[in-house]
């Protein structure tokens, strides 16, 4: 239940406050006279910078300004709401109902809260309390939190109008019990003196803050209030480059950096947390990471307690970046779908086959199961697919060292298995063969008028669409047209193409061959 607090009474000194209004959330930055118009207005920056008309200024005259130049307007005092205190709100959405509201079954980022353990059926006994988009502003009267909410283990205030972390503090210092914060969608800002407020949060073990514009610094300079954190939650923040946490989130065990666009040099910054297990940089615009590498590191053992690692939906194309993750001793779970990664065959299954052969202690990939079967199906494909590179580059008498590098486990997998039979070897398929484009140039040689016309095609192009291709150039009829072609290497000789359904590659159509376009008028 939400209720309309529209003009709710102003505070004596609004600027940096937070407001409601029509559903969006806002920063005051400017109170005051904005002639020619009478009355007083109220100058913010939207969070939705959609939502504002401009950057702070009206009529030349700069009266605040904004991060984003679409982001401000103003609006008249009495159509904002300057929020309630956290009992105000506790007491319209709880007292309203009760025994409704215990009777709910209640999920929270997928976990559902437990209204079973609880004795009485009463405000002081709730483990849990959900105040979301319910305007909360503050504490209220002091001590009245710690009298009536005691047993709160798991609060959510996202969405509220808390503008410091001062007013999150005077809430969480009356609940000795907590464990869990969620204050996603929320703008607050930095505190002077984080360690001040350390005892507000001493059992505080998750913390989510999703959206909530923050840079990694930020995150650092707060990070001295959580002494005892285990999980921490940043989606879709403003976070880019990554500094070592000196000092801080050394209990850290759960970082989640979905969707922020971080400079991919700066990761192996979190190796700084010794504790760190379960790691999510999905959508974060990385292309190449090197979360094994220690030099890069700057410890001997980075990453050294990680178990779970997530990069989905990335720019990952290179297979060192597999290999590399290999040196990290407890990853057991990775997930990397949506990625760039390609086999010989441009086959997603021969590609999953090679990150489980290359990730030996790998038991959970993209969340599914690896079994023995299948573990032991991959390694031996993975056997075959180089075993023809592997003797080339020296086989059992100790392959080359660029073979090594692109294969660090191959050799341990022969000592696993034994080397390879010639006649078990695969071939590499032809996938890069038929996906290479191919630099054409048709020729018309009974219309001299038409000019040569030169294109770059696939070699799996079906000639039923190089035909559809020349008829949109030419505007000639698909029926009409008769192709044929010479080769450089074969000078003097025209070659047939005589089946649409076939494709260049059928016709050993190659790089500089030139295709004859004769059509009948």
């Not at 057991?332 to 010989?344: D, E, F, I, W």
């Amino acid at each position: 239940m939400r209720a309309d607090r529209t003009g709710t009474e102003m505070p004596t000194d609004p600027v940096g406050k937070r407001i409601a209004c029509g559903g969006e959330r806002a920063t005051v930055r400017y109170v005051g006279q904005v002639p020619p118009y009478e009355g007083l207005w109220l100058g913010v920056e939207w969070d939705n910078p959609e939502r504002g008309k401009h950057d702070g200024s009206h009529e030349g005259v700069q009266y605040f300004t904004c991060r984003n130049p679409k982001a401000g307007s103003f609006v008249r005092p009495p159509k904002v709401s300057f929020g309630v205190d956290f009992l105000t709100a506790l007491n319209i959405v709880y007292e309203y109902n009760v025994e409704e509201v215990l009777r709910e079954e209640v999920s929270v980022s997928g976990k559902k809260l437990q209204w079973y353990a609880v004795e009485e059926r009463r405000l002081e006994n709730l483990p849990s309390v959900l105040l979301n988009n319910q305007e909360v502003n503050g504490p209220g009267a002091a001590g009245a939190i710690r009298k009536m909410t005691p047993s709160i283990k798991w609060l959510e205030l996202c969405g509220s109008l808390m503008s410091t972390w001062e007013d999150v503090a005077a809430i969480t210092e009356q609940l000795e019990k907590l464990e869990r914060l969620n204050l996603s969608y929320n703008r607050i800002s930095l505190t002077s003196d984080p360690w001040a407020h350390r005892p507000a949060f001493c059992n505080l073990k998750e913390l989510s803050l999703k959206d909530c514009d923050l840079t990694w610094s930020q995150v650092l300079e707060c990070a001295p209030m959580w002494p005892q954190l285990e999980e921490l939650s940043l989606l879709n923040n403003n976070i880019t480059e990554l500094q070592k946490p000196e000092g801080v989130l050394q209990t850290l065990k759960h970082l989640n950096l979905h969707c922020n666009p971080l400079v991919q040099e700066s990761v192996c910054s979190l190796s700084a947390l010794p504790r760190l297990e379960h790691l999510n940089l999905s959508q974060t615009r990385l292309s190449f990471i090197q979360l094994g590498d220690a030099a890069q590191a700057g410890c001997s053992a980075p990453f050294s307690a990680l178990e779970s690692l997530i990069v989905d939906h990335n720019n990952i194309s290179e297979w060192c970046v597999i290999d590399d993750l290999a040196k990290l001793p407890c990853l057991v779970r990775l997930s990397c779908q949506g990625n760039k990664l390609l086999s010989s065959d441009g086959k997603p299954s021969t590609a999953k086959q090679m990150i489980i052969a290359k990730l030996g202690r790998l038991v959970c990939l993209n969340n599914c199961k690896i079994d023995a079967n299948e573990r032991k199906g991959a390694e031996l494909d993975y056997i075959k697919m180089f075993g023809e590179e592997w003797l080339k580059a020296g086989g059992l008498h100790h392959p080359s060292t660029e073979f090594a590098r692109q294969h660090p486990r191959y050799q341990t997998l022969i000592e696993k298995y034994g080397a390879p039979d010639e006649g078990e070897l695969k071939k590499p398929d032809s996938f890069a063969l038929k996906n290479r484009l191919l630099k054409i140039t048709f020729v018309f040689p009974d219309h001299a008028e038409q000019k040569p016309i030169e294109k770059k095609l696939p070699a799996s192009m079906v000639i039923q669409k190089v035909k559809g291709l020349l008829y949109r150039l030419l505007n000639v009829p698909l029926a009409d047209l008769r192709l044929t072609y010479t080769s450089p290497k074969m000078l003097g000789t025209e070659f047939d193409i005589d089946s649409d359904l076939k494709t260049l590659q059928f016709y050993s159509i190659e790089d500089g061959d030139r295709v004859l376009v004769r059509w009948t008028t």
